[in-house]
């Protein structure tokens, strides 16, 4: 397939009401650019909705109902996820009844599971369980996914990223605490997993010039997934001290210091290759958590910092992948949190035109083998259940959020 992204030929900027070349007249693409928001997004909402049938269709009933990956990332969970997103959208109760019975055959297949986080992890299901129950009024349902989430143990090797790690799990806190109420997650239980993430950060960074450092299968990771970003991100939703506060500020000041000229960020400490332009790893991921920096903390620094990543997103992310991990479902995220923050229309026409770009092109381009459709071509991370998830959320963009990430 070549280069890993394809040549970003729209234009920088198109006003409402303004006809692109090429629009009107013939070019699909340039039509969609040219039409208002809400037409779009109306599009957009429809295709959505048939394609998250699809997406129940392949995942759930064609397998029997029974679940043997529940993972968020690439299994069932994704697919209650996205489910639970089409319901906020159109309140749709066969989506909520579908959500629940699909979480629920999650359960028993991760019964016994060591892993504890929201995206690939026993705490994703707990905790859209009980948030899934609260919406269906079944208190007693609740009450048991509850339990069940206070029931997690860590392992004792246990990581400090996202997907793995502690951060992962205190995501499903904040996701609790956010749709149930304020200490549905208590602030003691929390405050012990926030002290051990420090704690080690601090001791893995040693007297080095980053005041946080973690390490995740022997390798310092700076993105999302897997490294720094992410767990700064989850960080910045947890009432902190003031010297946490200084540490995170810190860590996000010497990743800003050692971008690469480009304006993209290493994958991981030291690493000289400018490859990546993914949520996972690079600019994508470690915009969303600069957009969070400059909206909880308030530096300008920040604010230029994640307008500067947003443009590498721009210029190398449309990607040759369809998803939100790796693909440009993904990175289309990250021009919603920058309309969020600024509130520019620029920002809004970009995500308008990653959007449409895959409205437009995705499936074709997949069936033709230009792009690739993911390893699990229906799931929420790798294939078009994220595309589904970022086209119902541009509906309502000031509420959009990257699944599993933004709270
Ligand atoms: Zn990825």
């Known amino acids: 397939m070549g280069d890993r992204f394809f040549p970003n030929e729209?234009?920088?900027?198109?006003?409402?009401?303004?006809?692109?070349?090429?629009?009107?007249?013939?070019?699909?693409?340039?039509?969609?650019?040219?039409?208002?928001?809400?037409?779009?997004?109306?599009?957009?909402?429809?295709?959505?909705?048939?394609?998250?049938?699809?997406?129940?269709?392949?995942?759930?009933?064609?397998?029997g109902k029974r679940v043997q990956d529940y993972t968020l990332y690439t299994g069932a969970l994704g697919t209650a996820y996205l489910l639970f997103k089409a319901y906020q959208v159109t309140k749709n109760e066969n989506d909520l009844q579908s959500c629940s019975d699909i979480i629920k055959a999650c359960d028993s297949a991760s019964k016994d599971s060591g892993r504890v986080t929201f995206i690939c992890g026993r705490a994703g299901v707990c905790a859209l369980g009980a948030v899934i129950a609260k919406h269906s009024g079944d208190e007693r349902l609740q009450a048991h996914y509850l339990t069940k989430f206070k029931q997690i143990r860590f392992p004792s090797d246990l990581p400090n990223e996202l997907l793995y790690g502690r951060a992962g799990f205190l995501w499903a806190c904040s996701f609790l605490n956010k749709h149930i109420g304020k200490d549905t997650i208590s602030t003691t239980r929390m405050r012990a997993v926030i002290d051990e993430i420090i704690?080690?950060?601090?001791?893995?960074?040693?007297?080095g010039r980053c005041p946080l450092m973690y390490e995740w299968h022997g390798k310092k990771y700076w993105g999302a997934a897997h490294g720094l970003a992410g767990?700064?991100?989850?960080?910045?939703?947890?009432?902190?001290?003031?010297?946490?506060?200084?540490?995170?500020?810190?860590?996000?000041?010497?990743?800003?210091?050692?971008?690469?000229?480009?304006?993209?960020?290493?994958?991981?400490?030291?690493?000289?290759?400018?490859?990546?332009?993914?949520?996972?790893?690079?600019?994508?991921?470690?915009?969303?958590?600069?957009?969070?920096?400059?909206?909880?903390?308030?530096?300008?620094?920040?604010?230029?910092?994640?307008?500067?990543?947003?443009?590498?997103?721009?210029?190398?992310?449309?990607l040759k992948r369809v998803g939100i991990c790796h693909g440009i479902s993904g990175n289309t995220y990250v021009f919603l949190a920058l309309y969020r923050l600024t509130g520019k229309v620029e920002y809004l026409y970009r995500a308008k035109a990653f959007a449409s770009f895959l409205s437009d092109r995705a499936l074709e381009l997949i069936s033709e083998g230009k792009m690739h459709g993911g390893d699990r071509p229906f799931s929420l991370f790798e294939g078009v259940g994220g595309m589904a998830h970022l086209f119902l959320d541009m509906a309502e963009p000031s509420d959009a959020s990257f699944p599993a990430y933004e709270i």
Request: hydrophobic share 35%; aromatic share 6%; glycine share 10%.
């Open 199 to 207: 704690k080690s950060g601090k001791r893995l960074a040693g007297k």
């Open 231 to 318: 767990i700064v991100h989850v960080l910045m939703d947890m009432e902190l001290k003031p010297d946490e506060v200084e540490d995170v500020k810190g860590t996000l000041h010497y990743m800003i210091k050692n971008r690469f000229p480009s304006g993209n960020y290493p994958s991981s400490e030291g690493s000289e290759s400018d490859r990546l332009v993914h949520w996972c790893h690079g600019a994508p991921g470690v915009t969303l958590t600069l957009v969070k920096a400059a909206e909880v903390l308030g530096d300008k620094e920040f604010l230029q910092a994640a307008v500067d990543a947003g443009e590498v997103v721009w210029k190398r992310g449309l």
């Open 10 to 63: 729209m234009p920088d900027f198109v006003a409402e009401g303004t006809t692109v070349s090429g629009g009107a007249t013939g070019d699909s693409l340039s039509n969609l650019l040219s039409l208002p928001y809400k037409t779009l997004s109306e599009k957009l909402k429809t295709s959505a909705l048939d394609l998250k049938e699809t997406v129940v269709r392949e995942t759930w009933g064609l397998r």
